[in-house]
């Protein structure tokens, strides 16, 4: 459903992304890692058609992106990171106009939004500005957009950020059940995460994929077993990379 | 087509909605139709004329408009970007072009609700005298192209930046110099060391010469058409600033 080939972006000389490539197939949820600044979300923006590859290629449902954008857009539920919304909006009337947006009129719109609006427990806040919302709750508005068209793949940039741990069991269990039927890839700093709800991983360093296989294979790496030594081991945090450029 | 269409619509629904469900949609149009009224009779000699016409109400517009247009059209594509909201927006299905168009339309379309609801001065010149109507529409539809030239500027200036100020600064110099290259007195200034022929070459491309035409009741194809290519032409390089930024 999503191949990325040979992607890389550059931004002035520094290259952010370098020569990634990867395959989700339906049915899998793939786990984003990485330390702060490896490129997960340029990666991300990239296969949603935000901002164009440097180089190399992303295909979604057999669509290229940069040759047929707007229909790999109709495919995609998007959660950007920190997850932006129309603050000033109601949360009803974001919906509305999210789910329009994706061609949704009528009895659709209103079945999509009732779907979403239980999906991601928003019933309590329908009414209210988005500006008046707690961080949770504005966190699930936007996952909510993301869902409303029921896309058959899910681009997450950290969606379990800024949520309670009752709220993030939520939303992995979420992403668990939805990663049956869809192909899904979620970026997360939360190394329990990825053994909770995804069938695969990938970590990522300074642009490039350093390791890639099940949650399991990757803690049997480590000579502890643990997947948080195993990251340690193989990424470098941001102070020592700066030290080797 | 109809599909293009669509999502324009949609957007148009939502920046109208955000206008008048924040505070700023109802600031400006008391800020401009008191400001409007005052020009008009305070300043304009709208009583001194002696003449049944809104030339007093429509001689102040471009110089009202140079701080009130950047003013509503600052925020289009800052405020997208300080709140990240673009990035939702450019990966729902539209072409950038569609959401460039649309959040221009919608703002155009509350100035000209602000233009519309400047009728009470309309209706005193008719109570007073009588006036040539025909003339106070065409000064409208001249003050409404007007009104959507500054926009399109100040489109493309908040496209430029996340910082609202400096979008409402830059679009306030880019539309001043557009009224400067026709504002007489300073033409005639010009006209003293240069050649009349460059003034006037000049001249055609400032705002007022072309708004002049429409106050005298004369609907020129070549004023319509130099507003309209203004404002296309913004538009296109609001388009392209936002690639730009994209590709990084």
Known sequence: MIRVENLSKSFGPKRAVDGVSFEVGKGEVLGFLGPNGAGKSTTMRMITGFIPPTAGAVSVCGLDVQENPIEVKRRIGYLPEAAPSYTEMSVLSFLKFAAEMRGLRGEERRNAIRRVVGLCHLESVLGQTIDTLSKGFRHRTCLAQALVHDPEVLILDEPTDGLDPNQKHEVRTLIREMGQSKAIIFSTHILEEVEAACTRAIIIDRGRIVANGTPAELKARAPSGKLEDFFRSITRSDVQAEAIA | ?248
């Open chain 2, 1 to 248: 087509m109809r599909n293009h269409w669509a999502a324009i619509g949609t957007i148009v629904k939502r920046e109208l909605a955000a206008y008048f469900e924040s505070p700023v949609a109802y600031v400006f149009l008391v800020i401009f139709l008191l400001l409007a009224g005052f020009f008009t009779f305070a300043f304009g000699g709208f009583f001194e004329r002696g003449e049944a016409s809104l030339a007093a109400f429509f001689n102040w517009l471009p110089w009202l408009f140079l701080f009130l247009v950047p003013a509503a059209g600052m925020r289009l594509w800052s405020e997208e970007r300080r709140l990240g909201t673009i990035e939702l927006l450019l990966t729902m299905p539209v072409a950038d072009w569609q959401a460039i168009v649309g959040k221009f339309l919608a703002s155009w379309l509350f100035l000209i609700v602000a233009l519309v609801l400047s009728f009470p001065i309309v209706v005193t010149v008719n109570v007073l005298g009588d006036p040539d109507n025909g003339v106070i529409a065409s000064g409208y539809v001249g003050a409404a192209l007007l009104a959507g030239t500054y926009l399109a500027i100040s489109c493309m200036t908040s496209a430029l930046t996340r910082n609202q100020v400096i979008a409402f600064i830059l679009a306030v110099v880019l539309c001043l110099l557009l009224i400067l290259v026709g504002f007489s007195p300073l033409t005639d200034l010009l006209a003293r060391w240069a050649s009349p022929w460059l003034v006037e070459a000049v001249a055609k491309f400032s705002v007022l010469t072309h708004y002049d035409g429409f106050q005298k009741g004369v609907l020129d194809s070549r004023d319509l058409l130099y507003f309209l290519s203004v404002m296309a032409f913004a538009l296109f390089a609001t388009g392209v600033v936002i690639r730009n930024q994209r590709a990084g």
